[in-house]
């Protein structure tokens, strides 16, 4: 159980266009999905968190009109980077909890962005 | 400020053991997770440690000293396929997930 799918698994982009990256709990009903960013050889970077129904809540440094969060309802979370630049390239990864604050989170398979 | 002290990297040779060290300093603690990541791909859940002491779970096993604020990740067995980074996070008092820099374990034959 406890399934996140994510789509695309990659993508290739034009300067100054925008995509968008979704993010589903298959098997259970998330009312916050948390959105990483990863570089080459680092660590995980929460971008913002993701709530059902509500505006998402960003990290301080992420711009909230570039990054675009929208979570219509309990199983989906859509991230769509607005004008890409080839500095967003990067791999972003969402995650679930499926339970308490204590759950494990749980992540899709993440999307490798690459901006030329 | 908070703060998850873990290794770069490390080497060990297939069959062997390994001990991955994971040092913390953060507001309040809700727990510990390991998480296990091979290159290109997402994390996947390890283990969780709320108590002290050790908990084992297969050929993993992970140990917690709340008042050390240490944890470590010892893998037994090892295989090739256990090489990966190894990525230590705690949840503090605002149950918010402090991510360390994460272990690159390489295995060799």
């Known amino acids: 159980g406890a399934v996140v799918s994510q789509h695309p698994s990659w993508v290739i982009c034009k300067s100054g266009t925008s995509v968008k990256i979704e993010c589903r709990s298959l098997d259970f009903q998330a009312t916050t999905m948390f959105w990483y960013r990863q570089f080459p050889k680092q660590s995980l970077m929460l971008m913002a968190t993701s709530n059902e129904g509500s505006k998402a809540t960003y990290e301080q440094g992420v711009e909230k009109d570039k990054f675009l969060i929208n979570h219509a309802s309990l199983t989906l979370s859509t991230l769509t980077v607005t004008s890409a630049h080839p500095e967003d390239s990067s791999f972003y990864i969402c995650?679930?909890?499926?339970?308490?604050?204590?759950?494990?989170?749980?992540f899709g398979n993440g999307t490798r962005l690459t901006v030329t | 400020g908070q703060n998850i002290d873990q290794p770069t990297e490390m080497t060990a040779t297939e069959g062997a053991i390994v001990q991955i060290n994971c040092t913390y300093q953060?507001?309040?603690?809700?727990?510990l997770f390991w998480y296990q990541q091979h290159a290109g791909e997402a994390p996947t859940f390890l283990s969780y440690n709320v108590l002290d002491g050790l908990e084992e779970k297969g050929r993993f096993s992970s140990f917690l000293s709340r008042s050390k604020g240490y944890s470590y990740l010892l893998l037994k067995e090892l295989q090739m396929k256990d090489s990966a980074s190894y990525l230590c996070a705690v949840l503090d008092s605002n149950y918010q997930l402090i991510w360390g820099a994460g272990t690159k374990l390489i295995i060799k034959p």
């Open positions: 953060t507001s309040g603690f809700n727990g």
């Open positions: 995650s679930a909890r499926d339970g308490t604050d204590t759950s494990p989170l749980h």
